[in-house]
């Protein structure tokens, strides 16, 4: 069964560094997303993608994020100087045409 | 503002019962997930309710729409299930499909 994968798993950063966040969607979806989870607390939307181009963002999304779809099968998320707030699991997920979400099981950034 | 409310939020059964966990949404909406994740962070998608009822093995997930409620259940529970049960839902009205998350039911079966 197709899955929606990411890497790593786990990622240890130092404060200011830049932090690449990698996903391969389900190869036929159409949209994509970034979700991010602080411990203890629920998933927060951050951005969505489609068409090469960012469809909706969050207010957490702000400059210092970015996404890229480099060559159509990695969907990638950027941070350029991350900051002790920025420790969380981020979740990948992609859908097709529908509304249906597939989940990556995330990955792991820990900033100190 | 668009809001999705679960309870309870933390939940402690023995083996065998029968579990029954809430959300409840502000307004309308054009599906609603329940999701799974376990202790090592990754969440799996259980079901995808637009009307009615789904049942999947000892799960059942049921919406009413006019009520904008939601539950899901385990029948038979065992201590497998325990695990972080989040519900999520896409409103009507955003620019995309994105989804809005619930704060998430612990559960605990214990044997």
């Known amino acids: 069964e197709p899955e929606v994968t990411q890497t790593p798993s786990h990622q240890v950063t130092q404060m200011g560094q830049e932090v690449i966040l990698r996903c391969v969607p389900i190869?036929?979806?159409?949209?994509f997303y970034w979700y991010r989870q602080i411990l203890g607390q629920k998933v927060e939307f951050l951005v969505s993608f489609y068409n090469n181009e960012i469809s909706e963002k969050s207010e957490i999304f702000d400059d210092q994020f970015s996404v890229e779809r480099p060559d159509g099968s990695n969907f990638t998320l950027k941070i350029r100087s991350t900051k002790l707030e920025d420790s969380a699991m981020y979740f990948c997920?992609?859908?097709?045409?529908?509304?249906?979400?597939?989940f990556g099981p995330g990955t792991r950034l820990t900033v100190t | 503002k668009n809001e999705v409310e679960q309870s309870p939020q933390n939940l402690t059964a023995q083996e065998g019962e029968f579990i029954t966990i809430n959300c409840s949404y502000s307004v309308g909406i054009s599906a609603l997930h329940w999701l799974q994740q376990h202790p090592g962070g990754g969440i799996v998608s259980l079901f995808m309710l637009s009307s009615g009822k789904k049942k999947h093995g000892r799960l059942i997930a049921t919406i009413n729409i006019q009520e904008k409620h939601s539950s899901l259940h385990i029948t038979a529970s065992h201590p497998r299930d325990s695990a972080v049960y989040i519900c999520a839902v896409h409103f009507y009205g955003g620019a995309t499909n994105k989804l809005i998350f619930g704060t998430g039911t612990l559960l605990a079966v214990q044997p």
């Open positions: 997920a992609s859908s097709d045409y529908r509304v249906e979400q597939y």
């Open positions: 190869s036929n979806h159409l949209y």
